[in-house]
Structure formats: structure tokens, C-alpha cells
């Protein structure tokens, strides 16, 4: 049996309820029953290029289809709800959160952010590792994987008021001050986890150190193209695919995120064409169906899809300066990033170095967006690296 890693921490401040995933078998049966009634769009050109030029391919999603019917979801549940899960209301938002918690006194919080259209499924691979590693005991760390306000089994966001990135980092915070860290936290995240974590850093003092995985910013006016090296610039070639070809799902969730909500939402195999194909077009190499299938079940059975896309709301209109990162945002706490090639905008260190009080940079030969569910060893390796070279300065 795994160990437990369960105790709440003695200084938390709120005693959440533990929770356990179980999707009704009625819920189950329907989504089987969509799944069978769904039809298929007919041949097109578009649709045969192999390569995805112009989206997912009617042979991917008729195999998809295919196996997605007689999908084990309970296995899937039974999985994750070996995790220690809770849930507990912040401001009239109901939380789900995962949780690996230490039982040493000095223990160091992180709390790990995911994005879209990820969820906590991203890192229980690392929670794995951490288990297989540690006991409750043993563990120099507390492992938090929040869910975003709107995402899966967390409530929101909230239908009354225009709820942005800076109300959800504030929720995150407000997780680790309740669990008793209000002395201090270290972030982590990517994608919108990434941008989650820079408000972190800058706006809330309880999170005194911020590693990120990505860095959404575009060539600095004051650093030169000769401060990036050649495999750099090799990479940013998968920046100009992403704008060019990759960018179309970016303007409709900005832009008329009413109208993509409601028709994915009708369509269990439109949501798995819509979100299976940036798991195919985003890692360094595609996740293997039976992962893209829990996920795109999770946000089935959730309805996370249209409660999940507010955030692309913020960027439209775009701004009229894409260069320079407002300097509102440059962090002054230790900063790290890890460089994965593959990233939708893998960023060269020298535009980095130009957001933050970069302390900590490692760069490596393989992984793509989604670093968590690719690359867990390495993500987790730098993580905690970045966070003993960091912690004992953030405290003093």
C-alpha cells in the first residue's frame, strides 16, 4: 500500500473535507451512448493530411471514437483516487485540490499550477515519483496540485462578476495561506500556470519563489538577436508555426468564448477533436490516446470545457506593444525557468532573463508543452533544485 501522505499540516487554518472522484454510472452510460450516436464529419482533403496540417485527422478521430466507447473509466477513478484529494470552500468557490503533505516541521510548500487544457492529471506523474522516493516521514516538501476555479471539480468561476488570472492567483494563494504557509511557498506552472505564478510572485508575499517552464514574451527591445545561440533560434521555428498555424482555438476562446463553449459543449467527440488535438500538436511527441482520453473524459463528465476559457478573454484586444514585458510583471523573487525545445514559445534565455531575477536556468534536449506529463523527472528534478538553492535566502 502507498504510503498515506494525508496529515493536514498542524498550522493549516481550515481542516478540508477529503474527497474521492465517483462519476455515476448514469453519467458513465450517457457519455458511451453520445459517444456511439456521434457522427463523424465526412471525407475532406483537410481532413486526410496526415500530417495535421490543417487540424486532427478523420482516421485519429474515428480510432479515438472507436476506443473511447468501451473507455475504463473506473480504472482511471480508481488511479487518482489513490491520491490524497480535498476540497473546501474560498469565498464562495468550492476548491479541489491533491496533496501530498510532509510530516516534518520544516518541510518546504510548493504548490505545482496547471493550465489549459490540462488539469491535475498533469502531475500525478510527479506525485508518483514523490511516493516512490519518500515517505510522510522522510519528505522535505509538501506537494499541492490545485484545481483552477472552473476546471473539473472545482466550482466557478463565478457567474455574478468578470473573473480574471489575478482573482485566480489570489485563490491559489489563499489555498497555501490556509493550509498554514502563509510564511512561505514556492510556485510552479506553466502555460496559464505560468502566468498564474508571475502574479503570484509579484503581487502576494507568502510566495517568495517562482519556477516556470514557460515565458510568454516576445524578443525584448533591449536584447540583441546576437545574445540568443543558434539552437535557440533553431527552436523559435516552432514559435512561428504556433503563430501562423496553431493560433485559431487562441482567437475563438478570446473572442466568442459564449459561442465555442456552447457547441463543444454539446458533443462529447467534438470536445475530443477540439482538445485531443493540441495533446497530438503541443509535446514534443503526441500523449498517448489513453492519456488524452482521461483527460478529455474528466472535462466531459465535469463540463470544465466552457467554464475553463475566461482567461482568453484578458488578451483580446491584444496590446499594442508585444515586445517588452510590462514592467508590473518583472519578478523580483528568485526566479527559475526550465527551457524545454518543443514549447509552444520556447523562449531564449537572454528574453527571459528580462522578465525576472532569473537565479536558475537549465536547459534541455527533449519535451514540448505539457513538461509535467512528458518530462516529469525533469521538471520535478529542476523544481527542486531551484527550490534548495532559493529557500534558505527567501527565508532569511
Excluded at 468557490?93 to 491535475?120: M, T, Y
Amino acid at each position: 500500500m502507498e504510503p498515506s501522505f494525508n496529515k493536514i499540516p498542524s498550522g493549516a487554518k481550515v481542516d478540508p473535507s477529503p474527497f474521492k472522484i465517483n462519476i455515476s454510472d448514469e453519467q458513465i452510460q450517457e457519455l458511451q451512448l453520445l459517444i456511439k450516436l456521434s457522427k463523424i464529419a465526412p471525407p475532406t482533403f483537410e481532413g486526410l493530411q496526415p500530417d495535421r496540417k490543417y487540424g486532427i485527422t478523420t482516421e485519429w478521430l474515428i480510432n479515438a471514437k472507436e476506443i473511447w466507447k468501451d473507455f475504463d473509466w473506473r480504472s482511471v477513478e480508481r488511479h487518482i483516487n489513490g491520491f490524497p484529494q480535498y476540497i473546501y470552500e474560498i469565498e464562495g468557490l468550492d476548491i479541489h485540490f491533491v496533496a501530498l503533505f510532509s510530516e516534518r516541521q520544516d518541510a518546504i510548500p510548493i504548490v505545482f499550477i496547471h493550465g489549459w487544457p490540462g488539469n491535475f492529471l498533469e502531475f500525478l506523474p510527479i506525485l508518483s515519483l514523490i511516493r516512490e522516493k519518500y515517505t510522510p516521514a522522510t519528505s522535505p516538501y509538501h506537494f499541492i496540485v490545485p484545481s483552477l476555479p472552473g476546471y473539473t471539480f472545482s466550482s466557478g468561476p463565478p457567474l455574478d462578476r468578470d473573473f480574471g488570472t489575478e482573482d485566480v492567483a489570489h485563490v491559489v494563494n489563499q489555498v497555501m495561506v490556509n493550509l498554514g504557509f502563509e510564511s512561505g511557498y514556492v510556485a510552479q506552472g506553466g502555460d496559464i500556470g505560468a502566468k498564474i505564478g508571475r502574479i503570484l510572485a509579484v503581487d502576494h508575499d507568502a510566495c517568495k519563489a517562482v519556477h516556470l517552464n514557460v515565458c510568454f514574451v516576445k524578443r525584448p527591445d533591449n536584447v540583441s538577436d546576437t545574445a540568443v545561440t543558434e539552437a535557440e533560434k533553431r527552436n523559435l521555428a516552432r514559435a512561428e508555426w504556433f503563430s501562423s498555424f496553431g493560433m485559431g482555438y487562441f482567437v475563438e476562446h478570446g473572442t466568442r468564448p459564449s459561442t465555442i463553449g456552447h457547441v463543444i459543449s454539446t458533443n462529447p467527440v467534438a470536445l475530443l477533436a477540439w482538445v485531443g488535438e493540441k495533446f497530438l500538436d503541443w509535446p514534443d511527441d503526441p500523449l498517448p490516446l489513453d492519456r488524452i482520453l482521461e483527460s478529455v473524459s474528466l472535462y466531459w463528465f465535469t463540463e470544465t470545457f466552457p467554464r475553463s476559457i475566461y482567461h482568453y478573454r484578458e488578451v483580446f484586444p491584444p496590446p499594442k506593444t508585444m515586445h517588452t514585458l510590462d514592467p508590473r510583471w518583472y519578478i523580483r523573487k528568485p526566479f527559475g525557468h526550465s527551457y524545454f525545445p518543443r514549447e509552444l514559445l520556447p523562449a531564449p534565455r537572454a528574453w527571459v532573463e528580462a522578465t525576472g531575477n532569473l537565479v536558475f536556468f537549465r536547459e534541455h534536449e527533449q519535451g514540448g508543452h505539457f513538461a509535467a506529463a512528458e518530462r516529469p523527472q525533469d521538471l520535478l528534478d529542476d523544481v527542486l533544485a531551484f527550490t534548495e538553492q532559493v529557500w534558505s535566502d527567501c527565508r532569511s
